[in-house]
């Protein structure tokens, strides 16, 4: 069953904006995870939060964590084009259950 | 390249056919997992193996039928498919099973089932 969902399910912006994704996920968790996937390729492991984190960053990512309310966002600052792709929370739960992936959000940036 | 690496990337077959999915991975991960890609459909897991050995099946029908001869290589054995198994397959590693690590993708299989 799906644990985590993504909002919104599609989000177009301007390149130099920023991008902002939200995951929420059903079950307590041991890490959240966040990939991106271009189009008809492969997923892309972009960062991993555990349960015990509240915020991480990496280059123009930066990923919360909030487990009271059991969400994430991922935000992508100053977007370029190259950014346009989906992205998907991943979410391992605490009973040691596989990684479950979320619909995804796509993200367009235009130029 | 990921690491890891599917071939073929693109297939048609026919709902008579056998046909395999191979990927391979030499970044020394233990844990190898299948996923289908549909359309408008999250991500679903299929099998999982933990050094060669079998931990996950998914409630997948018997006409896929997985091989995982040793950690560096899964297969996916296809036969008498159905239009609605046409999808993109995903092959992925971890160092280990838990989910304690992301997972590396290959960049799939596209299938269609004609």
């Known amino acids: 069953s799906q644990q985590g969902e993504e909002d919104p399910q599609a989000l177009s912006i301007q390149e130099g904006e920023n991008a902002t994704m939200n995951c929420s996920y059903k079950t307590s968790i041991n890490n959240l995870q966040w990939y991106r996937q271009n189009s008809g390729r492969g997923l892309v492991h972009l960062i991993l939060i555990r349960s015990n984190e509240r915020e991480k960053h990496s280059g123009r990512l930066r990923v919360t964590l909030d487990t009271s309310k059991k969400s994430s966002s991922l935000l992508i600052t100053a977007s370029r084009a190259a950014d346009t792709a989906s992205y998907f929370c991943?979410?391992?739960?605490?009973?040691?259950?596989?990684?479950?992936f979320g619909g995804g959000t796509r993200l367009m940036v235009k130029p | 390249e990921t690491g890891v690496t599917q071939t073929p990337r693109h297939l048609v077959m026919g709902m008579t056919n056998k046909k395999s999915l191979k990927c391979e991975q030499h970044l020394g991960h233990n844990a190898m997992y299948w996923y289908k890609q549909s359309a408008k459909k999250p991500l679903e897991l299929m099998f999982v193996y933990n050094f060669k050995e079998q931990t996950e099946n998914n409630s997948v029908p018997s006409r896929f039928s997985p091989e995982c001869p040793n950690s560096s290589h899964l297969f996916l054995h296809l036969h008498t498919l159905q239009p609605e198994d046409s999808a993109l397959y995903l092959c992925a590693s971890s160092p280990d099973n838990g989910g304690t690590y992301g997972y590396t993708f290959g960049s799939g299989t596209r299938l269609t089932v004609v």
């Open positions: 991943a979410t391992r739960d605490n009973a040691g259950n596989m990684l479950t």
